[in-house]
């Protein structure tokens, strides 16, 4: 748009000036260019010659009493020169100025000729130009904005698959991550599947080991007892009392390791889901057909669809242990209760047998420790539990019963 203005203004600073007769020096004629424009005062299209000589100044029509003044640095060197200046009726002006001479000697005259335009139309089409940029780009914008989106969104969806197939390995519903993915990913899948493979296998291993361990203590220690038994037949009763209690103590803490090793080791990431519900209806059905249990009375009252974030076999070994405990000790009734409040699920197990004084209750569940030498066991049941509570970031504590017998209370973390 500058360069059409330019153009144009050339074009008629060259028939401006032609109408100088430089026989006579006369200004240019009252109407030397054809536009209506010059004609209407403040039209917009202005011309003015000035003779320097005399100061006197020839104007459109449309300049009406307004004289146009040019920088000084148009002055002087006959070249052309463009410049913004102001108009009549407040308006900005594109203006061409330029020095004319006639003649070489003393007697020459210069003439400076200036024609101008107003910038309204150019502003109106550099902001009807501006607005239809504005837009085209917020068209492209969106456009590329949309299109990085579906790039991303396509070219990350193998890894939002990936995502959900270790979410099921963390679940317990998956054990490697199955399905077909792209060559980019195809190599983590297979090494995120050979990790989950090699952890396994030591796992599986160490366990196995453990196992080994335990069992093949286990003779040693059947002999020990013998051993034990033989002393006692020839009177030696002191040391066949202090071999029963290594036995039993070596006993117990091989089928505390034992058990310690089926628990599910597990990291902040793992999730599991496990129903509470069922778990503590299988394990009530066993202990109902033992004969502790048998002549027990169940008063149980569960809360419908209770799922709990722990392993389904760290869970049935959990509840196995604590009422099994309750049947052992029990007289007449076990008390079972599950709730759910504030984000956690509340378990009751009550009974009334003789219970334990407070001081004794503190110390309940620390391993090897028995509390009373008239039951059968190793005193490592309550351990085990600790153990897989504290494992699954939940709570558990001891206290007396309404009806007198030991009430333990279990806060177990909701499933996802």
Request: proline share 4%; glycine share 8%; charged share 25%.
């Amino acid at each position: 748009m500058e360069q059409r203005i330019r153009l144009d203004l050339e074009a008629r600073f060259t028939r401006l000036a032609a109408e100088i007769d430089p026989a006579t020096y006369d200004l240019a004629p009252v109407d030397p260019l054809q536009d209506p424009r010059y004609r209407t005062p403040f039209g917009g299209l202005y011309w003015q010659v000035t003779d320097l000589a005399t100061g006197a100044a020839a104007t459109s029509v449309s300049l009406w009493d307004f004289q146009l003044l040019m920088p000084e640095a148009a002055l002087g060197d006959g070249e052309p020169h463009y410049a913004v200046i102001d108009g009549p009726s407040d308006q900005r002006l594109t203006a061409l100025a330029r020095m004319i001479r006639f003649g070489d000697d003393e007697d020459a005259r210069q003439f400076l000729v200036i024609v101008a335009e107003d910038r309204a139309s150019l502003a109106a089409s550099i902001r009807q130009f501006g607005s239809a940029l504005a837009l085209a780009l917020l068209v492209v914008g969106l456009v590329l904005i949309a299109a990085a989106w579906l790039q991303v969104h396509l070219g990350l969806r193998p890894l939002k698959t990936l995502r959900a197939g270790i979410e099921r390995i963390r679940a317990g519903s998956a054990e490697n991550l199955a399905g077909a993915f792209p060559s980019e990913v195809q190599p983590l899948a297979v090494e995120v599947n050979d990790l989950l493979r090699s952890q396994e296998e030591s796992i599986a291993f160490a366990r196995a080991r453990a196992s080994d361990l335990a069992h093949g203590l286990k003779t040693p220690l059947s002999v020990l007892a013998t051993v034990s038994s033989s002393l006692a037949a020839r009177g030696d009763a002191e040391t066949a009392r202090l071999v029963d209690e290594l036995t039993t103590e070596m006993a117990g803490k091989v089928d505390h390791q034992l058990r310690l090793s089926r628990l599910r080791m597990r990291t902040a990431t793992h999730l599991y889901s496990a129903s509470l519900n069922e778990a503590l209806a299988r394990t009530i059905g066993v202990l109902k057909r033992t004969e502790a249990g048998e002549v027990l009375t169940w008063d149980t009252a569960f809360a419908e669809g209770l799922r709990v974030d722990l392993d389904p076999q760290d869970l049935i070994e959990l509840l196995g242990v604590v009422l099994e405990n309750a049947a052992k000790w029990a007289r007449t009734r076990v008390v079972v209760r599950a709730t759910k409040d504030e984000g956690a699920i509340l378990l009751a197990i009550e009974d009334d047998g003789p219970g334990l004084p407070a001081d004794v209750r503190q110390t309940i569940g620390q391993r090897g420790l028995r509390h009373d030498e008239t039951k059968a066991g190793t005193g490592l049941g309550l351990a085990i539990a600790r153990e897989i509570v504290h494992l699954n970031k939940g709570t558990i504590s001891f206290g007396e019963a309404p009806a007198g017998g030991l009430g333990v209370k279990i806060t177990l973390p909701l499933a996802p």
